[in-house]
């Protein structure tokens, strides 16, 4: 499976992005997809996750009220709206891929079984 992270940029505190991730090389339908990120000099934290349907999410603290996961799987696509950025969002985003629909273990980075790359994010104060 190969992930490809796209919508990074710099964008000032209070602002939006919308992160894609597009999928290739198994059925995307079968995958339940996770957003995670790493800041400079911190470990990589998860971010939200989404089951195979789209019928179930899973959310950081930090992040719920603010970023929405949704998915196309018409498009083979995962998304993550991120709205109200903060400067503590700043961070390379990277999205994640597991052959499960369970997402009650979203958070821990060992139930993905296929990474991309990451999209830079940098929220100006």
Same mark, same amino acid.
């Given at each position: ?5 796209? @919508?990074?940029?710099?964008?000032? $505190? ?8 597009? $999928? ?13 990120? /790493? ?15 789209? @019928?179930?999410? $899973? ?45 009650? /273990? ?10 991309? /790359?990451?999209? /830079? ?5």
């Amino acid at each position: 499976v190969q992930l490809q992270a796209s @919508g990074g940029g710099l964008v000032q $505190a209070g602002g939006s992005l919308r992160l894609s991730c597009v $999928a290739s090389g198994r059925t995307f339908s079968d995958l339940s997809m996770g957003w995670f990120r /790493q800041a400079p000099g911190k470990e990589r934290e998860f971010v939200a996750a989404i089951s195979w349907s789209g @019928g179930s999410t $899973a959310y950081a603290h930090s992040v719920k009220g603010r970023f929405t996961i949704s998915r196309d799987n018409a498009k083979n696509t995962v998304y993550l709206q991120m709205n109200s950025l903060k400067p503590e969002d700043t961070a390379v985003y990277y999205c994640a891929a597991a052959a499960r629909d369970d997402i009650r /273990q979203a958070a821990a980075e060992e139930e993905y079984d296929y990474w991309g /790359q990451g999209t /830079q994010v940098t929220v100006s104060s």
